[in-house]
Structures are given as C-alpha cells and as structure tokens.
C-alpha cells in the first residue's frame, strides 16, 4: 500500500468547530472525542495539561468500531524532544449503522474504511481483508455494510491486565515491525566477518536554541488549543506531482526574470555552443551523501519530494522514515494492554511545527519543535471501552 499524505486544507471556522466529529482528519482544535468526553492527558513530565496537535480517523476493516487516533503534545520546550512530552491516545465507539444477522457470516462486498481518500487501499494486512464496497454518509465518507453481529463482536473483545513491563519484552521478528531495519555495517579487509559500524555519537547540545530569541514559557496551558485547520489527503506519489507543478512553475518565474536580469537569451546560448565530434559526456553516478548518514539523507530526499506533508500514514509499513537508528534504549515493544504486537501506522513530519500556533494568543512564545514523531499501536486494536495510550518514538532534528 502506498502513503498517504496529510497536508494544511481550509482552516476550521468556529461555526463548524461546533458540528464536527471524530470522523474529521484535522490539526489543532479541541478534540473529537468517540466514546464520550474525556479530558486532555497531562505531560507525563511536567505535569501540566496537554494541547491536541492531530486527530486521524482510521478504521480497519476487521473492526466493529470507529477508530481515531488523537497525537498531544506538550508547551514545554524541555518537554518536547522527548518521548514523555507527547502522548498518542486510541479511542473507538460501536459503529451502530452496521446491520447485524444472528446467523452465520455472511460475506459481501463493502467498501474500504480508509476515509483519507476516496477508493483508496486497505490500511492493514491484505491478507486478513476482505474486499469491501459501501455507501457515503452526511461527511462524504464511506461507511462499511456488512452482516456482522454488534453484540457478537463486543463480546470477543477481550483485556489482559500484565504486569510485565513493555521495555522487558522480547519482540519476535515480523514483516509487521520495524526492529528488522538495516543496521549500518562494515567489511574489514582480511577478515571475512562482518562488524558493525559504530554510529556517530550524538550531539548534546541544541545549537540552535542558543541563538533563538527568548521567549516567557507558558505556565498554564489549561484553556488554550492550537489553530484548527483540515487536513489535505492524496497518495505520496500524487502529491508529489502535485508539489512538482507548483516547484516547475516557481522555478521557471525565477528562470524568467534571471534572464531578463541578465539581458540574455539562454536559448540562442544553447545553438552558439558547437558539440565537439566524437565528444562523450560523463555520466553522473551515486555516491554516498559527504557527510556520511544515509539515514538522514533519505529522509530530506523522501521530504523534498512533497515538503507540504505534515502527517504520513501506512498502517503495517515496515520502513518509516528515520532521522536516526532506532537504538537498544527504544525497543518496539508489545502493546501494554493485551500483549500483541505493535505495527507502525503514522508519523508526524517537521513541516507540522510551523504550522502549530497558539488559537487567540498574543504574547510571544516558542513554537513546537518536530523532528518526527513515530505512532506505533496494537495490531489487534484491543479495545477496553475507554481511551488507551499507543505507544511512539520521538526523533529530534539532529544539528
């Protein structure tokens, strides 16, 4: 399944602030809670309230219910660059438009619950779907039809209470996960086996922090939200498209009036210039990036290819992108509630943090810092009947 994008669309004006729900994909804003109202977590830090930076909605097609995925984040520059500083909350209610049947299974056509786009891919395994059709709802989206019994499903709904720490727990290899990614490696000449190479130790200090202007953090954050806006979701690879045409046009403007600047015709250059007979130009070829992080190279080269993307999503992927090896001190874990293993499904992008501004504020502050926020969560999507914390990995940008 390709990725799917999320880039800034209209903002949310306070009449429609009102009348949405949890199935709208949206940054900043109060949240939209499923299964009722729950308050904001608090920063498992500083212990100071959290403010909604993302809510996804993202059903399975295995699942009864709806599924959204709200992203919090903490005001605290201190905070931020760490794990503890963000907290991913799941939260599902019972789709009751689903018609149930009291006798067996019956297999038909729905369509697919991804809500991002219309007609998009499954968002998990495609072995455990089934195709699926459906019908538009008030929102424009497509909601499941199915035969499935409601009571049925709630009552397979199971919750183990362990004790045993996520950090202790062996994760076993899986296409689903990610603890397969590369690690950088080295051959020694004379010797046949394989070592690894010793990664770059990493930098201590935020340079750029010590240039930044001095702002008054904010002591309490109760009460205050992020600007709301809609999220703008195409597959990467049409975004890209998209990003292509808006760059073409920019660059030929700026190709236009270095010419005029310059008071010379590049066309009639190019007819002057006599190829020499026999003459061969060099090709290029790849070569290592000079500072030597592949790592990072990838993923300004993924980025560059649509730098207006804010929020990526692929449910089961078994490459993010990184901004560094992941390392023994962040194991991808089992879920804390039932045990099962955890998949990656989302991550914010660096672009996100210039677009998180405090709603109706007029004093000075310092921004959100994002390098990327990794959203892993519960291949089963265990449910309980109240909100649940998924697990993530933050990555700050590396200077």
Excluded at 166 to 176: G, M
Excluded at 236 to 253: F, G, M, W, Y
Excluded at 353 to 370: C, M, N, R
Aim: glycine share 4%; net charge negative; charged share 25%.
């Amino acid at each position: 399944m390709a990725y799917l994008l999320g880039m800034e669309d209209e903002p949310l004006g306070k009449d429609e602030e009102g009348h949405i729900d949890f199935k709208v994909n949206k940054v900043g804003g109060k949240p939209n809670w499923a299964s009722g109202d729950h308050p904001n977590p608090m920063c498992k830090l500083c212990h100071k309230q959290m403010l909604l930076a993302v809510q996804i909605y993202a059903p399975l097609n295995e699942s009864l219910n709806h599924r959204t995925l709200y992203q919090f984040c903490c005001l605290q520059p201190q905070c931020q660059s760490k794990n503890e500083g963000w907290v991913c909350i799941r939260d599902e209610t019972v789709d009751t438009s689903v018609t149930s049947s009291c006798d067996k299974l019956q297999p038909t056509a729905t369509a697919s619950t991804t809500t991002w786009i219309d007609d998009a891919d499954d968002w998990g395994d495609e072995e455990d779907m089934e195709a699926d059709s459906g019908t538009p709802n008030e929102h424009g989206r497509s909601e499941p039809q199915a035969t499935l019994s409601v009571q049925s499903g709630i009552s397979t709904l199971t919750i183990q209470d362990l004790d045993t720490k996520p950090s202790e727990l062996a994760l076993p290899k899986s296409l689903d996960t990610c603890d397969h990614i590369t690690i950088p490696s080295a051959e020694v000449e004379g010797d046949e086996s394989v070592v690894p190479d010793d990664l770059p130790s990493q930098p201590t200090v935020d340079i750029r922090a010590l240039f930044a202007p001095s702002s008054a953090p904010i002591s309490d954050p109760s009460g205050l939200q992020f600007s709301s806006f809609y999220l703008n979701v195409s597959e990467e690879h049409q975004a890209a498209v998209l990003s292509d045409e808006k760059l073409d046009q920019r660059a030929k403007e700026l190709w236009e009036e270095y010419q005029r600047r310059e008071n010379c015709d590049w066309k009639n250059l190019q007819k002057s210039n006599k190829i020499t007979p026999g003459r061969i130009d060099e090709a290029y070829e790849k070569v290592p990036p000079s500072h030597g992080d592949r790592v990072v190279h990838k993923f300004i080269t993924q980025v560059q290819s649509c730098p207006e993307q804010l929020i990526r999503y692929n449910r089961g992927a078994s490459k993010p992108l990184l901004l560094k090896q992941l390392t023994k001190d962040e194991p991808i874990s089992k879920c804390r509630h039932c045990n099962a293993l955890l998949v990656f499904e989302m991550q914010l992008m660096p672009h996100l943090s210039q677009l998180l501004k405090l709603k109706d504020t007029a004093g000075d502050y310092q921004p959100v810092e994002i390098g990327t926020v990794l959203v892993f969560t519960c291949s089963k999507s265990c449910w309980s009947g109240v909100p649940c914390e998924e697990y993530l990995i933050v990555q700050s940008e590396i200077y």
